[in-house]
């Protein structure tokens, strides 16, 4: 079993930034692959960036330049550094883990509300 606690969502004007953090506990062995997604109003949850134990990472397009995600495996915790916000990136954010042998994201935290104004 996997605990993911999200943090630092936040009101933010547009060209703001905003760093989210996730902190994972219990079985280290199910967070070889660690991810952020969101969800906004009316919308699917979509992929906004991955990471790998190996430290290979990617991205989603809309977020390409903008976003970065990163991860400090002695805190085994992962960040979502989000600058040049915009309106469009208002949603829930969602961390999210699983092990390299399962094909789908197994455990989820509870999500963070970012807002961006214009």
């Known amino acids: 079993q996997v605990q993911l606690v999200e943090s630092g969502g936040g009101l933010v004007q547009a060209g703001g930034s905003l760093r989210l953090s996730c902190a994972a506990s219990?079985?280290?062995?199910?967070?070889?692959?660690m991810a952020w997604y969101r969800q906004a109003p009316g919308k699917e949850r979509e992929l906004v960036a991955e990471?790998?134990?190996?430290?290979?990472?990617l991205v989603t397009d809309s977020v390409r330049g903008r976003f970065t995600i990163s991860r400090d495996a002695a805190k085994n915790t992962v960040y979502l550094h989000m600058i040049s916000l915009k309106p469009d990136d208002t949603a829930v954010y969602y961390c999210?883990?699983?092990?390299?042998?399962?094909?789908?994201?197994?455990?989820w935290g509870q999500g963070t509300q970012v807002t961006v104004s214009s």
């Open positions: 999210a883990a699983r092990p390299w042998t399962s094909s789908q994201y197994n455990y």
């Open positions: 219990g079985s280290i062995f199910s967070t070889d692959y």
């Open positions: 990471i790998r134990s190996g430290g290979y990472t």
